[in-house]
């Protein structure tokens, strides 16, 4: 059956699965774009403004944010998120329970194994972190962002002492 703002090819959608959700964000405003050969499961949503390739399969209860683009041959088991502006190449396998943040990038033939969390954004919502917000953070959670600590530590140096001759929004 047509659904509203989506244009799928031919494939498998349970009942209960849901295409085309709406987002108040820009990149929802486009219409969803699923190719061929998709099995969708009971309980995923796939919010309108992402483009996935043919061959998508999830498992009950995923979710695809808007503003994503996927390659051909994606898998995402139960219960995982993919969020929003994400680009994820061909051959991509996400595991049950898994999370992986906005604006995130996944290669081709990239796999995650279950409960994997990948939190990539220090700073929700902002462009661009200052040298103010990372002289304000501290070296904990810089290293969480997969730096060493002796990096981290001159990262934050050098924010500090940045912040303190710049006027650029602190």
């Given at each position: 059956k047509k659904?509203?703002?989506v244009v799928i090819g031919k494939g498998s959608i349970d009942p209960g699965a849901k295409l085309g959700a709406p987002s108040p964000r820009a990149a929802g405003r486009k219409p969803l774009v699923i190719g061929p050969g998709a099995v969708v499961r009971?309980?995923?949503v796939v919010y309108r403004?992402?483009?996935?390739g043919k061959g998508l399969e999830t498992g009950h209860?995923?979710?695809?944010?808007?503003?994503?683009?996927?390659?051909?041959?994606?898998?995402v088991?139960?219960?995982?998120?993919?969020?929003?502006?994400?680009?994820?190449?061909?051959?991509v396998k996400v595991h049950s329970n898994c999370y992986v943040a906005q604006f995130t990038t996944l290669?081709?033939?990239?796999?995650?194994?279950?409960?994997?969390?990948?939190?990539?954004?220090?700073?929700?919502?902002?462009?661009?972190?200052t040298p103010g917000h990372v002289a304000n953070t501290s070296v904990e959670t810089l290293?969480?962002?997969?730096?060493s600590g002796q990096k981290a530590a001159y990262?934050?140096?050098?924010?500090?002492?940045?912040?303190?001759?710049?006027?650029?929004?602190?």
């Open positions: 659904i509203p703002g009971r309980g995923t403004g992402s483009r996935i209860n995923s979710v695809i944010r808007e503003g994503s683009v996927i390659g051909n041959g994606f898998r088991w139960n219960n995982s998120t993919i969020d929003y502006e994400c680009r994820i190449g061909d051959g290669e081709d033939d990239v796999f995650l194994a279950p409960g994997v969390v990948i939190a990539n954004d220090l700073y929700p919502g902002d462009a661009f972190p290293r969480s962002a997969g730096v990262i934050k140096d050098l924010a500090e002492k940045l912040s303190s001759r710049c006027s650029c929004g602190n």
